[in-house]
C-alpha cells in the first residue's frame, strides 16, 4: 500500500465521536485528539460515528470559546502509580488514590455530569484491573472514551479494551529505543511499540503522542514517520507544560508557541494526520485527579490548581462563561 492509498484508508475509517450543544452551538468531541469541533447548529447530546476525515473537515474551536458552563472534556488520572518513571512527568506523586468503589463512583458522576468527552490518564491506567468497568460506566453514560498510556501493558490488554474504548493515545518521544528510553526507561520503547500494533491489530482508533522539548524537536520528521509505519492514525505534539515532577526542566527544554508552531507547520504534508497541542489549547483544561478532586490548569499553563471535590455534577462546572475556573 502506498503512502498515498494508506492516508486516504485512514481517513475512510469510521470513529465513534460525542456531540452535544454548548453555549447553543452544535459540538463534536474527538476522542483520538481530544479536539473540540463546531457543527453548523445545536445538535442532541450522545455517541455517533464519522469517518476521520469528515472530522477533520469540522472547524476546530477552543472549548473556552463556547461560553458555556460545562467543560466539553475531561481529564480523569484515577490512578497515581506507574511503571515507568518518566523525567518529564506532569503528575504529581503526593496525591493520593483512591479505592476502587470511590473510582466507580467518580466514574458515575462523570457519566452524569453532561461532559460529551473523558481521557482516562495516569500514572498508568492500564495498572488499574477494573479499567474496563470504569470505561463501561462512561460509555453507558454517553461519553467518548479515550485512554492516554505509556503502551507498555497494551499487549496484555488491548483485545479486552477494543470492545470498550474509542480511542487509544500512546506517549513515544523519541522513534527509536535510544531516544524515547531517554525519558522514559529501558525498555519501554519496544514494549509500547508491541503494544500500539496490538490496539492497531484489534481495530482501536490509535494515535501517537509526543511531548515537544528542545531534546525531542529534532526527531519529528522520524516520529512522524513511525507513525505512519505503524498504521496509526495520527500524531499529536503536546506542547511541554512545566507541570508536576517535570518542571525541574522547564527552563532548559520548554519551547516557545511560535516556535513549536514553525517546527509541526513543516512537517506538512505527511503521511499521518500531524497536530500540535499549544499552550493555549491546555489553558483552563479541567482535571480530575486520583484523590476525586477537580483541578483545573492556570490560564498561563504554568501550573494546575486544586479547585474542590467531586461530590456531583455541579463540581465540574465553570465559574466564568469565558471558561475559567
Known amino acids: ?28 468531541y474527538d476522542p483520538l ?44 488520572s484515577p490512578i497515581v ?17 483512591l479505592g476502587r468503589g470511590p473510582r466507580t ?33 462512561l460509555v453507558d453514560g454517553g461519553c467518548a472514551v479515550s485512554v492516554t498510556t505509556n503502551g507498555t501493558q497494551l ?16 506517549s513515544l518521544d523519541g522513534p527509536d529505543a535510544e531516544r524515547h528510553d531517554r525519558w522514559r526507561g529501558g525498555g519501554s520503547f519496544t514494549k509500547a511499540v508491541s503494544g500500539i500494533r496490538a490496539a492497531v491489530a484489534h481495530g482501536i482508533p490509535t494515535q501517537i503522542q509526543t511531548v515537544l522539548m528542545r531534546s525531542t524537536a529534532p526527531h519529528l520528521p522520524a516520529v512522524v514517520e513511525l507513525a505512519d509505519r505503524l498504521g496509526v492514525h495520527g500524531v499529536t505534539f503536546l506542547q511541554y507544560l512545566p507541570i508536576g515532577e517535570g518542571a525541574a526542566l522547564a527552563d532548559a527544554e520548554q519551547l516557545p508557541d511560535d516556535e513549536a508552531h514553525d517546527l509541526v ?44 471535590p467531586l461530590t456531583g455534577p455541579a463540581s465540574l462546572v465553570l465559574t466564568g462563561r469565558d471558561g475559567s475556573a
Not at 83 to 91: R, Y
Not at 122 to 137: K, M
Open 1 to 28: 500500500m502506498t503512502t498515498t492509498s494508506a492516508t486516504t484508508a485512514r481517513g475512510s475509517v469510521r470513529r465513534t465521536v460525542a456531540t452535544g450543544t454548548r453555549g447553543g452551538i452544535g459540538v463534536v
Open 33 to 76: 485528539t481530544g479536539q473540540t469541533h463546531r457543527l453548523d447548529q445545536p445538535v442532541l447530546a450522545g455517541r455517533t460515528a464519522l469517518t476521520s476525515q469528515g472530522i477533520a473537515d469540522l472547524p476546530e474551536l477552543h472549548p473556552g470559546e463556547l461560553g458555556d458552563w460545562m467543560p466539553v472534556s475531561v481529564c480523569w
Open 81 to 97: 502509580r506507574c511503571n515507568l518513571s518518566c523525567l518529564h512527568c506532569l503528575d504529581d506523586k503526593t496525591v493520593p488514590e
Open 105 to 137: 463512583e467518580v466514574a458515575a458522576t462523570l457519566a452524569s455530569s453532561g461532559v460529551l468527552g473523558v481521557d482516562i490518564s495516569g500514572g498508568e491506567p492500564l495498572l488499574i484491573r477494573e479499567l474496563g468497568a470504569l470505561l463501561d460506566v
Open 155 to 170: 499487549v496484555s490488554r488491548a483485545k479486552a479494551l477494543a470492545s470498550r474504548v474509542d480511542a487509544i493515545r500512546v
Open 265 to 308: 507547520t513543516g512537517l506538512h504534508p505527511a503521511p499521518v494526520a500531524v497536530r500540535l497541542r499549544t499552550h493555549a489549547d491546555a489553558a483552563g483544561f479541567t482535571v480530575v485527579r486520583a484523590d476525586g478532586q477537580v483541578w483545573r490548569n492556570t490560564h498561563d499553563t504554568t501550573a494546575i490548581s486544586p479547585l474542590r
